[in-house]
């Protein structure tokens, strides 16, 4: 064992606690991806429920709602992932949300 004013045990110290800000810094990564993963598991359980409605009249109401769903969430996650890669330095481009026909 090395003495406690010894470099060795100044290094050790410093790496034990670089590995605890390590291990929190995991730990708080996972928990976000896990709070992702479920927010994602509920707008898809939403989109099931709306895609089995039996309600053939408003087929389009669904549809329109079921793309709302999808055009919000991956906005949010173009958005997220942006921000995570480019820090402060992001810049958002908003998608075209018009249909356009092509005749």
């Known amino acids: 064992m090395f003495g406690k004013h010894s470099n060795e045990g100044f290094t050790i110290k410093q790496l034990q606690k670089e590995n605890r ?22 707008q898809f359980e939403l989109i099931r429920d709306l895609c089995f ?13 079921i793309n709302e769903i999808a055009e919000d969430n991956f906005s949010a996650l173009v958005k997220d992932l942006a921000i995570d890669k480019l820090g402060d330095k992001a810049q958002i481009i908003e998608l075209s949300t018009a249909r356009q026909s092509n005749r």
Do not use: H, M, V, Y
Not at 24 to 41: S, V
Not at 53 to 65: A, P
């Open 21 to 42: 800000q390590l291990n929190q810094t995991i730990e708080l990564k996972d928990r976000e991806i896990e709070d992702i993963k479920t927010e994602c598991a509920s």
């Open 53 to 65: 409605c039996n309600d053939c009249e408003g087929k389009w109401d669904r549809l329109n709602r």
